[in-house]
């Protein structure tokens, strides 16, 4: 017997992207606190596949209902963090804003929309490796940041000035890798789920402090990306504005 998992995917190859949405039930996606860079990032991908969802959201701190931290979010994500994703669809429960997004990806992409832009294996190392270089590196770098300028209940200028430089370092970095593309996308042709996982980040440099003044590619990139409709919508429906 098909399983619902089979109907859709079925489904999907069998009808353009565009009317996906009608056909499908809305993904749960669970934020909190709304100027955090990760949720938006899978919003920016459920837009751009057209996939239907409704966004969740829950406060910092371990409120038994409402918190991330509390037991009612444990049971969708036992390491109370967003974002998290429900799937009615195919009763999937993810959280690790990559998981989800490879998730969506396998799942709502047939047609590789948003994915690695060329088919061989060195164009999906290079998709893995970049979306693996911001989540093990250029989020982390840059939310200790933030924590270490905004958060630390006790000053410590040693650990601010690390984890900043550490975050320019990165900057330089993806700086290179935009010469490669003009600043157009950061991996070649198109923008691709990559460009979704840094964006947030990176658009929040001046909170970590951060100037672009160094970084001309980098401010083009970020200019180009305010102005694709599935990134501001996603801003829109997780973040209100
Ligand atoms: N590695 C995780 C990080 C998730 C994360 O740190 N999310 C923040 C919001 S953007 C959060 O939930 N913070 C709540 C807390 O630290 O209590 C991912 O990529 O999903």
Redesign the pocket.
Known sequence: MKSLFDTIRQHQFLIPDQTMGTHIKPIVLHA??ST????VKIAMALEALHVPFEVRQWE?GNDPQKG??GVEFSKINEN????AIEDPNTGIVA????A?MNYVRRVYDKGNIIGPPGDSAQDLIDFEKWEYFL?SSL?PMT?QTNWFRHFVPQKNENALQRFTEQTYRCYNILEGQLKKTRGESILPSRVSAVDYHFEPWVRLHSFAGLSLEEYPLIKKWLGLMSTREEIQEAYIKVQGS
Not at 36 to 39: E, H, K, S, T, V
Not at 95 to 98: A, C, H, L, P, T
Request: glycine residues 24%; proline residues 14%.
């Open positions: 909190a606190h955090g860079p990760n949720p910092f991330v931290k109370g963090r967003v974002p959280w690790e804003s990559g989800c989540l989020g939310g």
